[in-house]
């Protein structure tokens, strides 16, 4: 296997060489040159305007099709695969503080059906062309409030007992919190943007939460969602969502993997559960929270998924063709490697001396990342196992996360490339009641965003 292997990196160098070349050559065909993908998606998430959008587009060219049959023809297929495409992007979709649509289905909380359903419900445009009649696009929405609807499940709003102490208050026609700017990370060092999500969570600065998916009658939920987002331009047009009288907050710091939670005053959480009427503020979903309008439209969903891509993605899993526990997939989000059973000294962020060979193979296949596509990062996740110590496994996670990073910047990657998250025992891919799953638990997983 390594001799194949070794073999055919070999020949794939001489081939590129070769085609460096070829452009000089008199004669040289252009069917040799690498061809443009014959469909692509671009996808954005509208969290003011509640939609997400996709444009699935065709190369008429790439695709041997011809006018005048080549829109017809070109709309069918198109129609076709566009459920698949659409999927792959609204995967990413970020549904809480830890979790995207594809972890959902990953954990079933929701099905590949309801997905699919959601793909179906939403509303596909009329087919046009652009770029001299070369590209053939046809345009797709969907409401978020249709694909947040498929988690709303509970039959009752639930509201938390009283834990605050008495505050003067009085009734309010709604809910404004102000997240604008860099706020604190709650449990980090570090300041950064509050990001739009389905279903945020609003806690108080005691980690008290307030507000949550179940706390909002269920049939408002499905239909208005859980919060309103905007900017503070677009904050006079929901009187409708909060009144003409509504108790302004401002965010203390945010929360979660995903920075979507939000932390208020404990002083302010007094002012909300302090009175019936604005417990029932909650219940109705009368918030709007506003935040920087740079972040209520999110356009970098998905990769670029052309020829350099996929070449990319090769010479990747040949790298760690042999590797037990190193496993390669091309993920929604990009390529993403998963190395299983990372061996650690017990509770701590130290790699053990085994870890040496993984660690070189790593920092080989991103140094490779990098030849190809100059301006690539990396995205760096920790996850533990789940013994029953939540906020020692979340730390943990953080530690071992950026203890990779140190240890590729070792190797001679530049740390800029990298950002790093911990999701400590949350995300399981194995049994954690045995021994071998929680091995596999302990892993940390790197996605690989070609800016391409």
């Not at 907050?249 to 920075?259: D, E, M, P, S, V």
């Not at 909650?282 to 935040?291: D, E, T």
Request: some cysteine; overall charge negative; charged content about 25%.
């Amino acid at each position: 296997m390594y001799r194949k292997v070794q073999k055919n990196s070999v020949l794939k160098k001489i081939f590129f060489l070769f085609l460096s070349f070829c452009p000089f050559i008199p004669g040289f065909s252009e069917e040799f040159q690498v061809k443009e993908p014959v469909l692509t998606v671009k996808s954005s998430v509208q969290w003011e305007k509640g939609f997400f959008l996709s444009e699935t587009s065709m190369n008429i060219k790439a695709a041997g099709l011809t006018m005048p049959s080549a829109r017809g023809t070109g709309v069918e297929r198109i129609n076709m695969e566009l459920p698949l495409l659409v999927k792959e992007a609204l995967f990413t979709l970020p549904v809480d503080s830890s979790n995207t649509l594809e972890d959902a289905v990953a954990q079933g909380i929701i099905t590949l059906d309801q997905v699919a359903q959601i793909i179906s419900d939403g509303e596909t445009g009329a087919s046009y062309f652009k770029n001299n009649m070369e590209i053939l696009t046809i345009p797709h929405s969907t409401l978020l409030t249709n694909i947040g609807a498929v988690f709303i499940k509970h039959s009752t709003p639930y509201i938390q007992e009283s834990f605050l102490d008495y505050t003067p208050t009085r009734q309010y026609t709604g809910i404004i919190i102000d997240a604008r700017g860099t706020l604190p990370v709650h449990g980090e060092s570090v300041n950064e943007r509050l990001q739009p999500c389905l279903f945020p969570k609003i806690w108080d600065t005691n980690m008290n939460l307030i507000y949550e998916r179940n706390t909002v009658e269920p049939e408002t939920a499905k239909k208005f969602g859980l919060v309103q987002y905007t900017d503070i331009s677009g904050s006079k047009n929901y009187v409708n969502r909060v009144g003409k009288d509504p108790l302004r907050i401002t965010a203390r710091a945010i929360f979660g993997q995903n920075r979507t939670d939000i932390l208020i005053s404990r002083e302010d959480a007094q002012r909300i559960y302090g009175q019936e009427e604005n417990i029932n503020l909650l219940k109705q979903g009368k918030v709007l929270i506003i935040c920087d309008s740079e972040v209520l439209v999110n356009s970098s969903l998905t990769p670029k998924k052309d020829g350099l891509y996929y070449y990319a993605f090769s010479d990747i899993v040949e790298i760690f063709d042999e590797e037990e526990d190193i496993e390669v997939k091309d993920t929604a989000g990009g390529i993403r490697l998963y190395t299983y059973n990372v061996h650690f000294e017990p509770d701590t962020a130290v790699f053990l001396p085994e870890e040496e060979r993984r660690l070189n193979l790593i920092a080989e296949s991103l140094k490779k990342i990098i030849e190809i596509s100059p301006d690539s990062d990396f995205l760096v996740d920790g996850h533990t196992a789940s013994v029953g110590r939540p906020q020692d496994e979340l730390n943990l996670s953080y530690e071992r996360a950026n203890a990779m990073i140190d240890e590729m910047v070792k190797r001679g990657i530049d740390r800029s490339r990298f950002a790093f998250r911990g999701f400590g025992g949350t995300k399981p891919v194995a049994d954690n009641n045995t021994e071998s799953g929680r091995a596999k638990n302990r892993r940390v997983e790197i996605t690989i965003k070609l800016n391409n």
